[in-house]
């Protein structure tokens, strides 16, 4: 699915998120607000780094951030509606797979941007 979307999945390694790990990114994103939770717990010193897909792109698309400074300081102007999750498709079928990897690749377009634009 990943390649389908222009994604590179050669060098890709699943590896479980530890405190280290965590308090040395720049950004960290989850799908859903109880993972981003979970990563508050194990480093809760990255809350100025840590969003939900859907918060980081509404934070960018509709709040005009434009790093991830922005995201932190902009994070109040979230609405309820701004913070939705995005679902897991596993043990669903393909069209599943096909409309969360959709909805992931809207709202990474955004996110995107401001990595490029670095620190």
């Known amino acids: 699915m990943l390649s389908r979307l222009g994604g590179d999945t050669s060098n890709f390694a699943a590896r479980q998120l530890t405190t280290r ?16 939770d ?11 780094r840590t969003f939900t897909m859907s918060e980081a792109a509404t934070l960018v698309s509709q709040h005009g951030a434009r790093d991830v400074d922005d995201l ?29 990897g959709a909805r992931i690749a809207e709202l990474l377009a ?5 990595c490029k634009r670095g620190p």
């Open 21 to 36: 790990l965590a308090g040395e990114a720049d950004l960290i994103l989850t799908m859903t607000r109880a993972h981003r």
């Open 72 to 100: 932190a300081a902009l994070r109040p102007q979230l609405s309820p509606g701004d913070r939705t999750d995005i679902a897991d498709p596993i043990g669903r079928d393909s069209d599943v797979f096909a409309t969360v």
């Open 38 to 48: 979970s990563v508050l717990e194990l480093a809760p010193r990255q809350l100025k």
């Open 110 to 114: 955004p996110i995107l941007e401001i």
